[in-house]
């Protein structure tokens, strides 16, 4: 069964740092292009950044570079999202997903093959 689960929300102060997880099972990360996504209340889902399958980093949201960094741990199968700085509009349902055999971060979200369920992250004041 392919499947992606995130893990590492929570709740955090605004200033705060958290370190998001998207494990992988039934396929390898390696080569494909991995995605983290976030979605707000009463707000569309929005792309926050990727990592093609050869290595590339495209930010969907300018702004939060700088601040948010992902990374990919073949060995583990997973790729990693390090927040630093939240704040309170930040929070969101942060997703990942996959799209296979991206070597190139894809500009649209129907083209990744594969979603997990989510992780709630809430920063407060």
């Known amino acids: 069964q392919l499947q992606l689960v995130e893990s590492g929300g929570g709740l955090v102060q605004s200033g705060g740092s958290l370190r998001l997880s998207c494990a992988a099972s039934g396929f390898t990360l390696d080569g494909s292009a991995t995605g983290w996504f976030r979605q707000a209340p009463g707000l569309e889902r929005e792309g926050v950044v990727c990592i093609g399958g050869s290595g590339g980093i495209t930010y969907y949201t300018n702004s939060l570079k700088g601040r948010f960094t992902i990374s990919r741990a073949n060995a583990e199968n997973t790729v990693y999202l390090q927040m630093n700085s939240l704040q309170p509009e930040d929070s969101a349902i942060y997703y990942c997903?996959?799209?296979?055999?991206?070597?190139?971060?894809?500009?649209?979200?129907?083209?990744?093959?594969?979603w997990g369920r989510g992780t709630q992250v809430t920063v407060f004041q």
């Open positions: 997903a996959v799209d296979f055999g991206g070597a190139a971060c894809p500009g649209k979200q129907r083209t990744f093959d594969v």
